[in-house]
């Protein structure tokens, strides 16, 4: 069984805190899933968050209260994540084997979409689209918030939203006349469950 | 439109795939390192 420690309550405020680097500890869930997506590899995302939370305890002068503290840890994150790809100049290691995952195993062409399809297909995207696909689509963040944690102009994030869609309809083909229909149980609750907010928490 | 309509349909099943995929982020567990940076980081530089 792994080791670690069961993920606080994202976004819950420290009671009586008055130290805003108390709360880094209570956003650490959503900074290690945004890092996942972008390194798509476990070990790869805890480097990115170790380094986030180092960099934002030694900038938490810039972070001004009552703003929002989980998109400017977002912003922390990603500046070091491009930071050290412009390093590096490679990918990063693929020790989960995702990516090898992708390349070699195509989605069936049957109308059905399995969780696990779904996953490799979100692999295959470039950066900037996994990116604004997590900030909007999956944290719920709207298009300014992201465009502002991003540093990018709001019809940016709102065209890499829409190719990132676009491409993903693309690689997992759904694009065609036949009915949806999900292979994945944990797949198809959620997609039947469709009324639900589009401002989830993240 | 039934054509708008899939399109709905299909921005709503990514959302939906994004949502749940990284839900499932969040539920894993913590590395311990995590924790103990923050204990670490806080008592070299205590608060004010």
Known sequence: MKSGRKPPRDHQPVPGGLDPRDEILHHLPSLRAFAVSLTRNSSAADDLVQDTIVNAWRAIDSFKPGTNMRAWLFTILRNAFYSGRRKMKYEVADADGAMAATLSVKPQHDGRLALNDFRKAFTELPDEQREALVLVGASGMTYEEAAATCGVAVGTIKSRVFRGRARLVEILQLNDDEPLEMTDSATLAVVTDGRQSRKAAF | ?48
């Open chain 2, 1 to 48: 439109m039934p054509e708008d309509n899939q399109d709905d349909d299909l921005e709503q099943m990514i959302d939906n795939n994004l949502r749940l995929v990284f839900q499932q982020e969040l539920e894993r567990d913590l590395p311990d390192r995590f924790v103990e940076l923050l204990r670490q980081l806080k008592e070299q530089d205590p608060p004010q």
